[in-house]
């Protein structure tokens, strides 16, 4: 499913960013 990928995709991707905000 499309959708379900692309709502995954920005989930990982805020994480990421979440990440580093908290460790930069």
């Given at each position: 499913n499309l959708l379900?990928?692309?709502y995954?995709?920005?989930f990982?991707?805020?994480s990421l960013?979440?990440?580093v905000?908290?460790?930069h």
């Amino acid at each position: 499913n499309l959708l379900y990928t692309t709502y995954f995709v920005l989930f990982l991707v805020s994480s990421l960013i979440l990440l580093v905000a908290i460790f930069h």
